[in-house]
C-alpha cells in the first residue's frame, strides 16, 4: 500500500492523485463531459532541456545499455530538480522538461530553475567525459503562467499547457549547446543575480524571430548573488542552493549525498524495525486505552453500556448471541456439577421433575430463537434476558428446596457454620460468568434476584427459630459475605463488558480500516495503471526491491504508432471567452478520452497507450510479451488507426471543428522500460519508435502513412497500400512509403 501511494504521488501532485481517487469512488454520476483535471499557475518557470549529439551516443551503446544510461542520467535531473524545487513534467526521447512554482508558489522560481539547467550541463559534461562522446545539453527557459494537469482516460502524465510553454520549448530549440537561454521575462524576476549576455536566438529560431522575443545567454553568477537569493524567497532557512554548500556539485548530481541522508532515517532503524516499533506503538495505545473512560462515553451508555449507535449495537449483539445455547448448557451443567461436589451427587435426585422440564424447555428457547430471531438483534437481546431471569428465579426454587432438605436443620446449621449457605449462593452467583452472551444489566438482575432470594429465605427460616438471639452475628456474617461476593462479581461482570464491549470496538474499526485500505489499495491500483502498464504495476508495487532498479525488456517484432491532432496550434487560443484556453483543452481532453475509450474494446486489448505529446496519441502493441508470430497486433493498430479517423470526424460534426488527424505507423525492435526510479516513466525507445515518429511528422492529415515493413505485414491480410514514393526521413535518408487506403464502402470523409 505504502509503495503503491509513493509511486503514484512520484508521478502526480497530491491534490490531482487525490482528486482522481475522489473521482472513482464517484464513477456512478454520469456526466455529459470527461473530468478534467487542470490547475492554473500564475507565476511560474518552464525549463525545456535536449541533449545535443544524442543519436551519436546512442550509436555508442546497444538498447539496453542506452536505456541504462539513461536512466541514470534522468535519475540524476530528478535528484537536481528535488534540490532545486523544481517538479518534472515529462521525458521525451532524450527530452527533459520540469517547471519550478507548481504545485506549491515558489517566489525563488527563476533562480532555482537557472540552478536547474546549470547543474544539468554540468550533468552531461560528467557523461561527455565519462563516454568520450561529443554530448552536449541546450537548455531553455521563460517564466508566465501555464495550465497544468491530465487528459485523458489512460496512462496519465502530468503535463503542462500554455503560449508560455510553447515559448518555452521554442527557447531550447533556438538556444545553444551547453549555455542556459532564458527569455526577457525570467531575466526580471532573476534581480541581477547572474550576469548575461544578449542571446540573438531570433537568429536561430523563426519562431522567435515571429514574435520578437529578446533573448539572454547566462554568463555565471553575480557577486551580488547571495544578497538577491536571500531577498527573493519568504523562507530563508530552506533556500535549496543553501542547504548543498556543504555537498560538492559531483555528489549532487550523482545523489550520493541524497542516498547517504536517507540511509540515516529513524535513527539508522531498518524498515522492518520501524514496522515493529509501530505496531508496538499500536498495541500500548490500546491497552492503555482500555484503562480509560474517555472512550466508554463517546461510543457507550453510562450505566447499561449499550452502545449509542444502534447499528453498531445490533452488530455486537449478533456477535455475542451466536453461542447462546452452549453457554446456557454450560451454565445448568457448572451449577449441577459444582453442587455435586460439594453435596454429594445424590443431592441432585432433589431436583424435581418439573424444575428439570422447566430448565430444558427454557434452553431450546433459547436454542430456537436465537436462530429464528438473530436478524433482529434488539429482539432476541429482550427475549433473551427475559428468559435468564426466570431460569434464574426457577433455580433459587430449586435451591430453596435444596436448602429445606439438607440433612441438617436449619438451627444446628446456623449454630454450626453458614458455610453451606454461603457456598450455595457462590455456586449459583459466580456460575453467571460462564454466560458471556448476557449483558452486564441481565446478569445484575440475575445476582439480585439470587441474593434477595437467599437472604428472604435464611432470614424466614431464623425468624423461625425460638432464641435465636445468638444467630444474628452468623446472620450477619453471611450478608456481608454475600454482598462483598455480589459487589465483586458486579465489578468483574462490569469490567469484562467494557473490555468485550471495546475489543468489539477495537475489531470492528480494525476490520473499517482493512476495507477502507482495500478499497484505498484498489484505487492506488487502478490510478498505476493509469500511469504505468498493468504488467508493469504489478512489478513495481509486488517486488519491494524493484523500484530501485531498471526494468526494462526487448521486443523484437512491437508495433508502434503516432497520431497527430492537426491544426489544433490555430484553435487553441488564450482570452477571457474560454477561460485562458481552458475550454480549448477541455476540448482536447474530450477528442482524447473517446481515442482512449476505444481502446477498451476487446479487439484493441493487444495495444498499449503510451502517452500523449502535446496533440500526439502515441500507442504501440506487442509490449506485454504476449505471443505475436500471427501479426494480428500489427493487424489490432492499422484497425485501430481507423477508429481513431471515425471517431474525430464523429467529434468534428458536434463540435463543429474541422480537426483532422495525421498517422503514422512502424514495426520492429524496441526497448520497453522504466527510467527514473524515484518518478518512474514508462516509454519505449529504439529506432523503430523513430522512424514511427517520422511517419507522422512526415505524413498527410487524413492518410496513414506506414513502413514497407507494415506493408509486407499486412498485405497478405487484404489490405490495400498506394505507394507515396520516396521520402527524406530524418535521421535514416530516403525511405519509400505508403499510404494504408480505407476499405470499400467506408465512410469517413477524414479519410482519403
Known sequence: MHRQEKILLAVLPKNIAFEVKKDMQDTHEERMFHKIYIRKYEDISILFADICGFTNLASEYNPKDLVLMLNELFARFDKVASIHQCMRIKILGDCYYCVCGVPEYQKNHAINTVEMGRDMIEAIRLVREMTLVNVNMRVGIHTGKAHCGVLGLKKWQFDVWSNDVTLANQMESGGLPGRVHITDATRKYLKGAYILEEGNGASRSKFLEKEKIKTWLVVDRSPDYDMICEETTNHPLTIP???????????????MSTRTRGASTRNGLSEEEVLVDNVDSHLRQGIQAIHQENWKSMYCKEWSLKYKQLRVENKFVRMKYKDIPFQVTLYVVTVSICTGIKFGWASLNMFSFIPQMFILITSIMIFILTRVLIKYARLVGMVTSVLFVLLSMQIVVLMGMYQSKLSCDLES?????????????????????????????????MSLIYFSSFIVLITMKLLSIDNNQNLFSTYANFCVLACVTLLLLVFSTRRSELISRYDFIWKLQALDEQLQMKRKHEQNRSVLENILPSHVAKHFVEDATSVSKLYHESRDNACIMFATLTAFDKFYIECDGNNEGVECLRLLNEIISDFDQILDRSEFKKIEKIKTISTTYMVASGLAGEECADNSHVEAIALFARELLLKLESINIHSFNDFNLRIGINVGPVVAGVIGSDKPHYDIWGNSVNVASRMDSGGVAGRIQVTEEVKTILEPLGYKFECRGQINVKGKGMMTTFFLLPPENYECELYK
Do not use: H, P
Open 241 to 255: 542552493w543553501k542547504s548543498t554548500r556543504g555537498i560538492s556539485k559531483q555528489e549532487r548530481l550523482t545523489g
Open 413 to 445: 446449621c446456623f449454630k454450626n457454620s453458614y458455610t453451606d449457605f454461603f457456598e450455595i449462593f457462590e455456586i449459583c452467583t459466580l456460575a453467571t460468568c460462564v454466560i458471556l452472551s448476557v449483558d452486564f444489566m441481565t446478569k445484575l438482575v
